[in-house]
C-alpha cells in the first residue's frame, strides 16, 4: 500500500499551482513487422518552475517494448524535487523518485532525501549543478526462478534502508542548435545501490522541436538472483520544448 501513496503523492505534486512552468517533453517509437515484430516506445518529460528562492522540479519517464515473445521491457518513474536556493550558487533541496520495472528484479524501488546543492557553472553555454544529501528508501524484489528448470531461486521481499544520495546534471550548448545534456543518479544503501546515467545530444529543428539522441546506462549493484545488474537503452527521439 505504502507504494501506491508515494506514487499518488509525486502525481498530486505535480499538478501545477500555476502556469509559469517550462521544461521539456520527448517521445519515441519504433514499430518493425514481416520477418521480425518488434514495437518500441519511449517517453519523458520534466517541468519546472523558478523564483528568485526557489525551484520547483517535476517529471516522469516510461519505456516498453514487445517482440513475438512477449513484453522485453516495461518500466515508468516518476520523480520530483523542491530547491531553496540561500546564495546564489547553493540550495537546500528536497526529493522523492518512484519506479516500477519488471525486468530489472525490483517491483518497485521509492525513495525520499534531502541535502544540499551547488551550481558549478551557469553561464549561457555551460550550465552544471550538483547535489549531495541522505534519504530512506523502500523496495520490494521480485521473485527469482531458474530458466531452464523453472524452479524458484529466491523469494521477493520488501525491505528498506538509509541512502545516500547524489546527483549530477551538465549540460552545454556547443552552437545555437547543438547542445550535450547528461544527468547522473546514484542511490546508495547497505544493500544495494542504484546508479543511472542519462546522455543525450540534441540537434534543434525550429525554435520548440529537436532532435535526440540518446544512451541511458542504469544499474543495480545487488539484484535478484537471475537478474542482471545493468541494462543500456539507445534512443532517437523527438523533443518539444516547454515554454
Known sequence: MRRWVFAASLAAAAVPAY?????KGEAGLVIASGNTDTQTANA???VTNETDNWKNSLGGSALYASDQEGKTANRWETFGQLDWKFTTRNFLFGAARYEEDEFSGFEY???ASYGIG???FDSPNTKMVGTLGAGYKFFETRDSFDEVTGELIEE???DSEVVFRGTLDLEHQFTATTSLIN???VESGADNTFAQNDLSLQVKMTDVLALALG???RHNTD????FQKTDTLTTINLVYEIK
Not at 502556469?19 to 521544461?23: E, K, R
Not at 539484484?223 to 537471475?226: F, I, R, Y
Request: proline share 7%; charged share 25%; hydrophobic share 35%.
Open 19 to 23: 502556469a509559469d512552468w517550462s521544461g
Open 215 to 217: 544512451y541511458s546506462v
Open 118 to 120: 551547488r551550481r558549478f
Open 156 to 158: 521477493g521481499d520488501s
Open 44 to 46: 519523458k518529460v520534466q
Open 223 to 226: 539484484p535478484p538472483a537471475d
Open 109 to 111: 524501488q521509492a525513495t
Open 183 to 185: 544527468k547522473f543518479i
